[in-house]
């Protein structure tokens, strides 16, 4: 990378981001692995809150872990109380991509009984300073200049996040809808000849990958799945293959699917029994051949026959595919929307 690298001289090198300081909050200090409890307690608390229909698995946070690109006594800050309850916690993690640009995440909540106070700011102070430090080490070691993107997520009802993103310069950039649609009868979708859809199966995965890789490679804000990230996904306790679906060609080439997940904390939530349909896509040379619809209808006939009662997706609204239209003619309504907002330096 040239000395001239405009994120690398915007960003320079400002060492480690100087821990917070608030007077409600005794310690502030990165994670480890025994603070995974610690972690997903205060988001099981902010779930409550800022998105009561659905909650953050602690498996989700635990597998954070496990992921080679992801190192927590850096990525990620706890603020305890002076009882040594946790308070506050917020992560900000670099994807391993270096294909297309340097894109980091942000995520973090403050346990509802302790907002109201600044200590929001506060984290997502340090969290902005360590994501510009992962993006000026990151440039440091590439050999071609990449642009870089800053991103965080709100519920739409969450204004209180998008008020504080925007003090840091994150603008709004897309929006997403979650769609419920409540079991019924299942459209009938016409095959094309040559094709077949079948149950996904573990010997699947790395094809599955390619497919997923493929066929979001012109999605907003997507970027490659990692076989490390991919595996966690589809070898969680909550990736369900027996409502996954698969539509493969003659050679057995994976070429769409619609793949589910099932966490059944979000039942409590909801009040009824539901099924996540966590990816849907057809590969970029297969497209508009009806195989969408196919692939979906086949697995929402799956969770149907498993006496499930919802099946919830999230959709991009302005999606390249138009697959808000396409869910809304399979019975999927909208029910709540969210915000990505992004700052790019």
Not at 59 to 80: C, K, M, N, S, Y
Not at 81 to 89: I, N, R
Request: with cysteine; net charge negative; hydrophobic share 40%.
């Amino acid at each position: 990378m040239s000395e001239d690298s405009t994120v690398g001289t915007r960003f320079g090198d400002h060492g480690e981001p100087v821990s917070p300081q608030h007077p409600d909050v005794a310690l502030w200090r990165t994670a480890t692995r025994d603070d995974i409890d610690a972690i997903h307690g205060v988001f099981a608390a902010a779930d409550a809150v800022d998105h009561p229909s659905w909650v953050t698995p602690r498996e989700e946070v635990a597998d954070t872990f496990d992921l080679p690109h992801i190192d927590h006594t850096r990525d990620t800050l706890i603020g305890f109380a002076e009882d040594g309850t946790a308070v506050a916690a917020g992560s900000s993690f670099l994807h391993p991509s270096r294909d297309e640009k340097f894109s980091v995440h942000l995520a973090g909540s403050v346990h509802p009984a302790w907002r109201r106070r600044g200590i929001g700011r506060e984290l997502f102070a340090w969290q902005n300073a360590r994501a510009e430090q992962q993006v000026a080490e990151a440039a440091a070691e590439a050999t071609v200049e990449l642009p870089a993107e800053l991103k965080t997520y709100a519920e739409a009802i969450n204004v209180g996040h998008q008020a504080l993103a925007a003090s840091f310069g994150f603008t709004p950039e897309r929006w997403f809808a979650t769609m419920v649609r409540q079991r019924s009868a299942v459209p009938d979708v016409t095959k094309p000849d040559g094709v077949e859809v079948v149950a996904y199966s573990s010997d699947r995965e790395d094809d599955a990958r390619t497919a997923r890789n493929d066929a979001f490679r012109d999605h907003w804000g997507s970027l490659p799945s990692t076989p490390q990230g991919w595996g966690k996904f589809v070898g969680s306790e909550f990736f369900r293959g027996d409502l996954s679906r698969l539509v493969v060609d003659a050679d057995g080439r994976i070429i769409a699917f619609c793949l589910v997940t099932v966490n059944h904390d979000d039942w409590e939530a909801r009040g009824r029994s539901n099924a996540y349909i966590d990816l849907i896509g057809v590969v970029r040379d297969r497209r508009r051949e009806g195989l969408a619809p196919l692939v979906i209808s086949h697995a929402l006939r799956a969770i149907a026959d498993a006496d499930i009662d919802e099946a919830i997706l999230d959709v991009d609204t302005e999606s390249p595919t138009g697959a808000n239209t396409l869910y809304s003619g399979l019975g999927f309504v909208a029910e709540e929307r969210s915000v990505a907002l992004v700052r790019r330096p």
